[in-house]
């Protein structure tokens, strides 16, 4: 039974706190849409989704009018798209993503995630053809959503792919270059990517998911915030970890909520809850703030990596404790464009990618919507893209990059895309050519202790 106390909490982290439900998103498999004809296979597809997800618009706005429960986005995630198109024999996969951007429109949903390849293993048939593809495909679409997976423990790293996704995150920010590059911020690269991850861009449903199934991403920066500016002054580490773990209980229940309500409404599976700190721009909304009040000067200083550990610890054991169905990434994410706090980190130089490499290996995903210098040659993405892969491989996470070259600016000047993504700096990499390394392609094998799991 909740008590009247309870209750009121919850309404005035909604007012005041930027607690929110962050996305519903939808999974549909499109297995059954396979067809060795493209347009037959495309027009399979457009018409499952649209008959799948015809109500889900609809009912997330239908809950959040009924529990006054802030729902911000409403998404689809679908069959990685390679294994769609792979009996099509076609190079012109942008077609499917053609497929999947109008039935977004159609049924007015945020994104759509998907137009994905799994290759840490190898190339299948369709996963070149999808992968070189993705420039096109996210140039020519408003709300399609690209990720590839290039590498896991059990597998190691695929270098081929690693150096093919180098080349393909440049090509996609020269694609959209008039449209601030945003191509990029629609494209990740990951390892051990999660096949239950309704958060964008790198959502796909996974072929082990139920035929349809509504995953839950809730966010609540800066609720968390909020509670340690409240109670946390003189406690110490042990109990401002205690505080973290209660307020992402109350936060995953909310979202459990939810959830089941969508699930119920729709008759569809509910998969999971992602409770994952996901920052935006707005001001009192961001993960770079939390690590402040738990007694940082400032984000990115020493011992920022070991706040956002104490953090991510927290947050995932809070969710765990409220409902049985966590799953996602569930942590903190740490993306520098959509975050006010790691905004003015980078600004003022107290952030650098180096010190956001170190953050990665204990953050939920990696380095995420990091800006970088126009005239970044390929080598130097698909080698920073080795290095987050490896951080990954090594200590059994997900790592993902979501690099955004930015075209024709230099280190010092701005992006801004706009709402969600937010704005950021153009950061300075380090000096060095990566070339003949990236170049030799190849795999770097899985980590000894995986093997003999």
Do not use: W
């Amino acid at each position: 039974m909740l008590e009247t106390k309870d209750i009121l909490e919850t309404i005035n982290m909604i007012d005041n706190e930027n607690l929110d439900v962050r996305t519903i998103t939808m999974g549909i498999s499109l297995l059954d849409c396979i067809d060795d004809d493209i347009d037959k296979a495309c027009t399979k597809v457009y018409d499952k989704i649209c008959r799948s997800a015809k109500d889900l618009v609809k009912t997330g706005e239908d809950i959040q009018k009924e529990y006054g429960i802030p729902i911000i986005n409403k998404r689809i995630s679908v069959t990685p798209i390679a294994m769609v198109a792979a009996p099509c024999q076609s190079k012109k996969v942008a077609k499917f993503a053609h497929a999947l951007d109008k039935a977004a429109k159609e049924l007015g949903v945020n994104f759509i995630g998907g137009y994905s390849a799994l290759v840490q293993k190898g190339f299948a048939s369709g996963d070149y053809a999808l992968i070189e593809s993705i420039p096109e495909a996210l140039a020519t679409t408003d709300f399609v959503c690209s990720s590839v997976n290039i590498g896991s423990t059990k597998a190691g790293i695929n270098m081929d792919a690693v150096k093919m996704m180098g080349k393909t995150v440049v090509e996609a920010a020269q694609a959209t270059a008039d449209r601030d590059c945003i191509g990029a911020a629609k494209l990740v690269v990951f390892c051990n990517a999660p096949e239950d991850n309704p958060f964008m861009a790198g959502a796909f449903h996974g072929v082990g998911e139920a035929d349809t199934v509504i995953n839950v991403g809730v966010s609540g920066p800066g609720v968390v915030r909020a509670a340690l500016a409240k109670g946390g002054e003189g406690k110490n580490i042990a109990e401002i970890a205690d505080m973290v773990k209660k307020t992402a209980f109350k936060i995953t229940r909310m979202g459990q909520l939810v959830a089941k309500e969508a699930s119920k409404r729709l008759c569809v599976p509910f998969g999971i809850v992602d409770l994952s700190l996901a920052p935006t721009p707005a001001v009192g909304d961001s993960v770079a703030h939390i690590l402040e009040e738990m007694g940082l000067e400032v984000c990115g200083c020493h011992g920022t990596t070991a706040a956002l550990a104490l953090l991510n610890d927290a947050v995932k054991k809070g969710g765990v404790m409220a409902s049985s169905h966590v799953g996602g990434l569930s942590g903190a994410f740490i993306p520098v464009s959509e975050d006010a706090g790691m905004i003015y980190a980078a600004e003022n130089g107290y952030l650098d990618i180096t010190k956001l490499e170190a953050m990665t290996a204990v953050c939920s995903v990696g380095l995420d919507m990091i800006i970088v210098p126009g005239d970044t040659s390929a080598e130097v993405i698909s080698a920073i893209i080795a290095d987050e892969a490896a951080i990954g491989m090594v200590n059994t996470k997900t790592t993902a990059v979501r690099l955004i070259p930015a075209i024709g600016k230099k280190a010092g000047e701005t992006l801004n895309f706009g709402g969600l993504l937010g704005y950021g700096p153009v950061m300075p990499l380090r000096k060095g050519s990566p070339a003949e390394f990236i170049n030799r392609g190849g795999r770097i094998p899985a980590p000894l202790q995986a093997l003999k799991n």
